[in-house]
């Protein structure tokens, strides 16, 4: 019922936001500091106007696309997002599950809460796999290795976690790895009975891909991700894994189109342009303004993936046309996630199927090939 009244991504989210308790609904919807960066990424995409070429004839358009050689039914992919089963039990296997269903990867996070065999069946083979390079180098061998034993065949690295953002919300909240109690987090639950009732039979979730310490417990988000994650990383770092990965591998988290060349020259196959979602650098500039630059530097060397901010069909339009190959998401699928499970997942993607055959149609793109920077125009003010 709650997914009948929702009519786009915006919906879904006031719906989660119903649904979630507050501790776990701001753990997603909340960004790093004054959380600037993250109303800059909705900013950016308002700035850039679609113009329509109509009349054309559109009567025989596609969405479909390739990508490192494989067809995806949509430029979009569901990007990696840790602790999903804060907000559904399983929440990796309904996200994975949701992506196989609409013809699209899964990004599988490091942080991810379910055995890593469980979500590669859900996603019926599909789904690539996100790491953090971490302390412990073998940690992450071990992690690719048995990625590799499973067929994965992409690997996403993030290197713009050198320390966790200081997610306000998340500090003022309370909210901790697994979950610790107050007696308002208490109330805050009680008033939200039917995340209750799914969430508290499956107990605390616990990082499933991560080794979690004995006496590491009650560390809060922030804490955790500190103890897992290697501040040290660079290039030389970046390089190693490309000598131990033979699949596709792509690098998430460049905001600087000056990267664009070490990339291309330690041989890695993508970029994912993003600024975490404004959860990590606040004041970070957002990933639409940089992507002609991204664009000029690459000039087709490495494929190049968006993310941050998107929740529309018209923001996938404008991220192509200025040369992206598709984006990705995070909280846009973590509010369906949240309100419905996979069902949820699978509205939030038929929301963007709808939306983006929508705008081009009205566009006037047969095509996505045909989407270039002519389309685009930057309101000025
Ligand atoms: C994330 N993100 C993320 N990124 C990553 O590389 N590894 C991770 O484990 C996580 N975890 C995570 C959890 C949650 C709850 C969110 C919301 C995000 C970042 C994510 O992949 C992506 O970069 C942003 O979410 C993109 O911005 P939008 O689409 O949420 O605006």
């Known amino acids: 019922a709650r997914l009948k009244k929702a009519h786009s991504i915006e919906d879904l989210r006031a719906a989660a936001r119903r649904t979630l308790p507050r501790m776990v609904f701001d753990y997603a919807d909340g960004g790093a500091q004054s959380e600037s960066t993250m109303r800059q990424n909705r900013a950016a995409f308002e700035r850039h106007r679609l113009l329509s070429r109509a009349p054309v004839d559109v009567s025989g358009r596609s969405m479909a696309t390739t990508l490192f050689g494989k067809p995806l039914a949509m430029p979009l992919i569901i990007g990696p997002t840790g602790y999903a089963s804060a907000f559904w039990p399983r929440g990796d296997l309904a996200l994975a599950g949701g992506a196989a269903k609409a013809g699209i990867p899964f990004v599988v996070s490091n942080g991810a809460n379910s055995p890593l065999p469980d979500i590669a069946r859900a996603a019926e083979g599909k789904a690539w796999l996100q790491v953090y390079i971490a302390h412990d180098k073998q940690v992450t061998l071990d992690l690719i290795r048995d990625a590799k034993a499973l067929g994965f065949d992409t690997l996403e690295v993030t290197v713009d976690t050198a320390l966790p953002g200081r997610r306000v919300r998340d500090i003022r909240n309370g909210f901790t790895v697994p979950y610790s109690w107050t007696a308002g987090k208490v109330l805050d639950v009680l008033r939200h009975p039917d995340w209750m009732l799914r969430a508290l039979p499956h107990g605390a979730p616990r990082p499933g891909l991560m080794p979690m310490e004995q006496g590491r417990s009650w560390a809060t988000v922030s804490e955790f991700v500190r103890s897992q994650i290697n501040p040290a990383i660079g290039w030389d770092d970046l390089k190693w894994l490309r000598d ?12 600087d189109p000056a990267q664009v060349k070490p990339a291309v020259e330690a041989g890695y ?27 000029a530097a690459a000039q087709g060397r490495i494929a190049l993936l968006l993310d941050s901010g998107v929740r529309t069909g018209t923001d996938i339009v404008k991220a192509v046309a200025l040369g992206a190959s598709a984006v990705q998401v995070g909280r846009a699928t973590l509010y369906g996630l949240s309100v419905a499970g996979q069902a949820g997942v699978d509205h939030a993607l038929g929301i963007f199927r709808t939306e983006l055959d929508m705008a081009m149609a009205l566009v006037g793109l047969r095509s996505l090939e045909e989407a270039s920077p002519d389309i685009i125009r930057i309101r000025q003010d």
């Open 269 to 295: 196959d993508g970029i994912v342009i993003s600024n975490h979602g404004g959860r990590q650098l606040d004041g970070a500039v957002s990933t639409l303004d940089l992507l002609p630059e991204f664009a």
């Open 244 to 255: 131990r990965w033979d699949g596709t591998l792509i690098v998430k988290g460049l905001l």
